[in-house]
């Protein structure tokens, strides 16, 4: 049987998403790219804004209308906020909570096409821990890089976002779990393991005993072979001085953290409800660039959250401008039912939206080019993923988020090389080969090269 996936959304996700593929390839499915014809259709949903929501159904008409005989489902987080919503999208057959998704693919051998959708959808605030095997790693063969879920679940309260009441509180996989989990993609061969979660910074709050992010990126650290580690997105007052010292100093751990700051303007801040200021991000994105000079720090930014006005947002840019960031993903904000700021009265106009994050996002166009101006000269660890036909070179990714571009060997797939970066393009950098460093420097220090299976 032919079954095709598509994700909407964060890379927890995409993990979630390629863990289900996995489990289909085990179970015998002929997993087959979203756009061919399939006997199952799969999309693993969003609804942090309405374009995500809008999506989601998207997909799923287009799921229905490639094969109206096929098997469609609906999964994730709009399939947990409005179940009955997606189940009304003519053509869709089952409907899956995310407490449910992990055993997706039992319902779907329980599934039948005529009829009534079948909706599964439980109540996802008594979710009270992590089963770790709900899902497993993330491995999909087509990737070069694996994402491990690591923690699922908010327990914060910003004013804009409907994602604890989605995805549910807090809970963390074990410490243990997770690193059995990095020695197994080790040993099969991934030079990168991304760290992933709803709330990662909050890892660990809810085990007995309590632990932290810190301590379980010392752990792994500690481990005599594994592969290098990315962590996905960070709320600023949860980087500890500690964990800054690991990234800093461990070559296991990349040069790279994404902040997602919001808005560079504290009253705006206040408003979302967040648990930093401006004067925080200000103090951690120096303090991270004094600690590594080349690390790169990226972030999210909302513009036209309820209330910015032009001095608001001129914080904002004033802050942006003024930090060594390596680039900046700008979101307009999106009124989404269900939170507190989309009963906001003083709404910003769509025009006044629209121009803002169009000069946000030049500024962060010329932050890019600048890092990676920044890098030119420097020996980069890449893991090599790709090759660009179109260049007739590989294509890799840098441990401090650089789109590599080199001549070599396309068996080099899967690996971890040193490449020189000698000149920066409009994509990111081209470079050269190097020898790789003995064993404790910054490049090839997090262990031997190692080759994706």
Same mark, same amino acid.
């Given at each position: $049987? ?23 390839? /085990? +179970? ?9 014809? /399939? ?7 969003? !609804? ?20 109206? /005989? +096929? ?31 992990? *055993?997706?693919?039992? =319902? ?78 080790? @040993? ?30 010392? +752990? ?21 001085? =500690? ?28 408003? $979302?409800?967040? *648990? ?17 000079? $080349? $690390? ?13 006005? =032009? ?22 904000? #999106?009124?989404?039912?269900? !939170?507190?700021?989309?009963?906001? @009265? ?18 962060? @166009? ?31 990714? #840098? ?7 080199? /001549? *070599?060997?396309?068996?080099?797939? *899967? !690996? @971890? ?7 920066? !393009? ?28």
């Amino acid at each position: $049987m032919r079954i095709a996936f598509a994700t909407v959304g964060c890379r927890l996700n995409q993990f979630e998403t390629d863990a289900l593929r996995g489990k289909a390839r /085990a +179970a015998a499915y002929e997993v087959v790219p979203f756009d061919a014809d /399939a006997d199952v259709y799969v999309i693993n949903t969003c !609804t942090l804004t309405a374009d995500a929501d809008a999506d989601s159904r998207q997909l799923a008409r287009r799921a229905v209308r490639r094969n109206p /005989a +096929a098997l469609v489902v609906v999964t994730g987080c709009y399939a947990q906020a409005a179940p009955e919503a997606a189940a009304a999208i003519p053509g869709v057959d089952l409907v899956v909570g995310n407490r449910e998704k992990s *055993g997706l693919l039992a =319902e779907i051998d329980r599934a039948r096409k005529n009829g009534a959708p079948r909706v599964l959808v439980s109540d996802i605030g008594v979710a009270s821990r992590m089963d770790g095997d709900e899902y497993g790693p993330g491995v999909d063969p087509d990737r070069t890089r694996a994402f491990l879920k690591v923690q699922d679940g908010c327990n914060y309260g910003c004013s804009f976002c409907i994602v604890p009441a989605v995805r549910g509180p807090n809970r963390s996989q074990e410490p243990a779990r997770v690193l059995a989990a990095i020695r197994r993609l080790y @040993a099969a061969g991934f030079p990168e393991v991304v760290l992933t979660g709803i709330h990662l910074g909050t890892y660990g709050r809810d085990l007995r005993p309590r632990t932290t992010l810190t301590a379980l990126c010392g +752990a792994i650290a500690a481990l005599p072979e594994a592969p290098r580690v990315r962590l996905s997105s960070l709320d600023p007052h949860e980087v500890t001085p =500690e964990l800054i010292g690991l990234i800093a100093d461990s070559p296991r751990f990349c040069r790279h953290l994404h902040l997602p700051v919001q808005s560079g303007d504290e009253r705006i801040l206040r408003r $979302m409800r967040r *648990g930093h200021t401006a004067a925080d991000f200000r103090a951690l994105v120096n303090r991270l660039a004094a600690a590594a000079p $080349m $690390m790169a720090v990226t972030g999210d930014v909302i513009v036209g959250f309820p209330g910015e006005d =032009e001095t608001a947002f001129r914080s904002t840019y004033e802050l942006v401008e003024g930090l060594p960031l390596a680039g900046l993903h700008v979101f307009s904000y #999106s009124r989404r039912p269900g !939170t507190d700021a989309a009963g906001y @009265a003083d709404q910003v106009a769509k025009e006044v939206k629209t121009l803002r994050s169009r000069v946000l996002r030049a500024l962060a @166009a010329e932050k890019t080019r600048a890092f990676r101006c920044r890098a030119v000269g420097e020996l980069l660890d890449v893991v090599v993923l790709r090759k660009d036909e179109r260049a007739g070179l590989l294509e890799g990714l #840098s441990d401090n988020y650089l789109r590599v571009w080199f /001549a *070599g060997d396309p068996g080099l797939r *899967g !690996t @971890a090389v040193s490449v020189r970066a000698g000149a920066a !393009t409009s994509r990111g950098v081209v470079g050269t080969l190097a020898p790789r460093p003995a064993q404790g420097g910054r490049s090839g220090g997090w262990g031997a090269p190692r080759r994706f299976s």
